[in-house]
DNA sequence: GCCTTTACGAGACTTCGGGTCTCGGAAACA
DNA sequence: TGTTTCCGAGACCCGAAGTCTCGTAAAGGC
């Protein structure tokens, strides 16, 4: 059993509101982790004793953010569909895509835990609309899928309807 | 006419080869402009006097280094030849790209600097392999390449031969 | 041969953000 | 009551980016 006090969890959820926020106001570059903590009222090292640094913590801020993402589960979505939705949120919180994927190529941790909470889930929810297919031309087609967009992402161009269209294009041609 | 001292083209080369090597030996991350300056036997002021900042000076130092390797122009070389060279001098050169990449998210200019001096090239020697195809096919396929390489990149994966067969069998489908 | 202009090396300096340390106090459990 | 861990607050350290200044050097104009 842990002893001691237990982590307060108003402080946890004030942390990533604040951070969420501040990013979404000011872009992830113009936030420290000093205005996060003084937005939530907490203290610095209450921010650095749970996340090893901004880039785990802005992760966590939009990892949650994104579950919160009204999930219809009707049974088996479309890849149309399901790319649709994939691209209007990506589009939304392209620049903070765009600047995790970039810290994230200067800190390994934060690299991995990127990959693990938001690159393989986007993966597997596309895969999942692929059953229909051979188990080879699936990976094929996610990957060529994921490739694309992250490349409009750090390439900083729409992904926009006619970004889908052409995705789309693509992979019936495959 | 200009008037006063001309720039020194010893510096200049002195400089690029000082963060080639220093970026080549720990890493993009780990090289300041000040080791720079020093390794070149110059001063920082003359850093900044012709370059941006650090990623504009590394972005130069290596497109120099690509333009001097051996560009064999052959014809029309074919497009498995042309994605193998390329293959290989972006996995030789990956952990410069990715951060070259991840600091141009920061950084407007760089992110021009960047598209103009490496993206766009690299994309036009493909594009100069599919001349055969028509034109809508063309950008398709240089999209879905250049988005594959870029992921493998930013995601840290392998560009190695066995990539290369996976990227042919995509075009090929296309 | 001077004068102006710009480049150069050197080094001091400023700024700022990430991250650590410390302290007094609070919440849990034994 | 004592131990343990958490909390807010603020001081603190560190390192890198970028600026400023100074004495000097190399050009062309006069």
Same mark, same amino acid.
């Given at each position: 059993m842990r002893t001691g006090r237990p982590r307060d969890e108003k402080v946890r959820l004030a942390i990533l509101t604040a951070a969420q926020e501040l990013v979404l106001e000011k872009g992830y570059a113009a936030v420290t982790t000093a205005d996060v903590a003084e937005r939530a009222g907490a203290g610095k090292q209450t921010i650095y004793r749970w996340w090893p640094g901004k880039g785990a913590l802005v992760l966590d801020a939009f990892s949650e953010w994104v579950s919160q993402?009204? $999930?219809?589960? $009707?049974r088996k979505p479309s890849l149309s569909s399901t790319l649709v939705e994939f691209c209007r949120g990506a589009s939304e919180a392209a620049p903070v895509l765009r600047a995790l994927m970039a810290e994230a190529q200067f800190d390994e941790d934060l690299h991995r835990r990127l990959i693990a909470q938001l690159v393989r889930p986007r993966g597997d929810e596309l895969r999942a609309c692929l059953a229909d297919r051979r188990p080879a031309d699936r990976e094929l087609v996610v990957n060529v899928l994921s490739g694309l967009v992250w490349q409009r992402l750090m390439l900083n161009e729409p992904l926009d309807a006619r970004f889908v269209r052409f995705a789309l294009r693509v992979v019936q041609r495959i």
């Open positions: 993402a009204p $999930r219809m589960s $009707r």
